[in-house]
């Protein structure tokens, strides 16, 4: 695919694609212009602010509640682990339980534990432990990653 | 619905556990088995007497059972600690009882001994080898997870703000 950058100095950015076949390179390309501006509303010390996927460590319910976990803060959210699963699905979250939604990259150190468990280590130290069955999952995606690298 | 998701679960678990004893139960058996061809030989002896053998996958089978649910998997610890030690002599305990008892060694108290010692070896293969494919499997997860994270950055502003540097040179 031939990409061309063009720097200006006035006017809204903008973004062209120009294509012969809507396949799952321009797909990605399109998710990736559209989701980056698909930013998160939610509740923070009683204000009202957008989150940027990218920047949430992991959604969590407790009580009925989600909570967004980002570096130094705690934001609630009025989305249900389920749909933030589904929504974010293609941007590196995952359900690593009932009550947990995961960045894979935010994860910096996975441990295979017995069991076929695995322990996860995010970037701010915390750890999820991730169950037999969510496991597999995680395993899937990883190599799928892996899949596309190879072809 | 909630009913059926409910026994289905149980049913997983269950099932999980059976499958765990099944290859527990495989993997000693054989060792078992290896110790007793091994003292058969040694003797002269060129066949092996299928009642002690069925002893001994019976057995094996037993001690399964008493080492998922009741032991807790010790042989699949994390680490090899006080209860793990004790879990190991303990089992080899009754094993080396039930040998005794079913004659499996003619009532030769330094085979039995031997044995026992090698069942302790074997609980001990048993648990490094399982630590050695975690720590396999972790340098494989963790390989992936790079992989994943390399795959997700070529879409990410960061690859973009790369391109236009090589763009513009």
Known sequence: MKLTLIPITQGEEEVIIRYREMNSQVHAVIDMIQGAERKIRAVWNEQVIFLRPEEVYYFENVDGVTFAYLKEKVARVGISLRDLAFSYEKRGFFRCSKSMVINIRKISYLKSEPGNRIRATMENGEQVMISRKYAKELRNILRGGEDEDER | ?169
């Open chain 2, 1 to 169: 619905m909630r009913m059926k998701g409910r026994f289905r679960k149980r049913f997983w678990r269950y099932l999980s556990a059976e499958i765990a004893i099944e290859y527990k139960a495989c993997l000693y058996a054989f060792c078992m088995t290896v110790f007793y061809c091994i003292y058969q030989l040694a003797g002269g002896v060129f066949y092996a007497r299928i009642l002690y053998l069925c002893e001994m996958y019976v057995s094996a089978y037993l001690m399964g059972y008493f080492q998922v649910y009741v032991l807790k998997n010790f042989d699949e610890a994390e680490k090899l600690g006080i209860r793990e030690a004790v879990s190991i002599l303990g089992c080899t305990a009754a094993y080396t009882a039930v040998s005794a008892v079913c004659g499996w060694f003619d009532g030769n108290l330094r085979v039995t001994g031997y044995f026992g010692g090698f069942l302790i070896l074997c609980y001990l293969c048993v648990f490094i080898i399982n630590k050695l494919k975690r720590e396999i499997d972790t340098d494989k997860l963790n390989s992936m997870l790079v992989r994943f994270k390399q795959e997700e950055c070529k879409w990410s502003e960061g690859e973009g703000k790369e391109l236009w540097e090589q763009k513009k040179q």
